[in-house]
C-alpha cells in the first residue's frame, strides 16, 4: 500500500469538504478564527491559519459569512465570524448534498461488496 499517495487523497477529501465543515461550526455559535482552528482540530479536521484566513475572506466574499469585533480581555479586539442567511440556507443545501454522498458512497461500497461475495 502507498502511503504517500492515501494521504494526498485524504488531504483532498479534507480540502473539498472544509468550507462545509466552517461553516457547520459556525452554525452552532459565532467563533473567532482560533475557535474555528480549535475546534476542527478537536474533531481531526487538521488545518492552520494559511489554509483558513482565505477561506473565510471567500466564504465572507460570497455572502455567506458576516464578522464583527469584539473587545478582548487578553488583548487586541477580536473579529467573530458568524453565517448570514444566505450562508444558512448554502449550509442546508450541503447538509442534504452530504447526506446524499454518503448514502451513494455506502450504496456503491455495499453493491461492491456483494458482487465481490458472489463470485
Known amino acids: 500500500m502507498n502511503e504517500d499517495k492515501i494521504e494526498k487523497i485524504n488531504a483532498q477529501m479534507r480540502k473539498g469538504i472544509l468550507q462545509y465543515c466552517i461553516l457547520s461550526v459556525l452554525a452552532k455559535n459565532d467563533l473567532y478564527a482560533t475557535d474555528i482552528i480549535n475546534t476542527l482540530k478537536d474533531n481531526n479536521m487538521i488545518v492552520v491559519e494559511g489554509t483558513l484566513y482565505p477561506l473565510l475572506t471567500r466564504t465572507k466574499n460570497e455572502g455567506m459569512l458576516d464578522y464583527y469585533w469584539e473587545e478582548s480581555n487578553q488583548g487586541p479586539p477580536r473579529k467573530y465570524y458568524t453565517l448570514t442567511p444566505d450562508g444558512r440556507q448554502f449550509l442546508d443545501a450541503l447538509d442534504k448534498t452530504w447526506t446524499e ?12 461488496h456483494a458482487a465481490q461475495n458472489s463470485d
Open 101 to 112: 454522498l454518503v448514502l451513494s458512497v455506502e450504496a456503491i461500497k455495499n453493491n461492491n
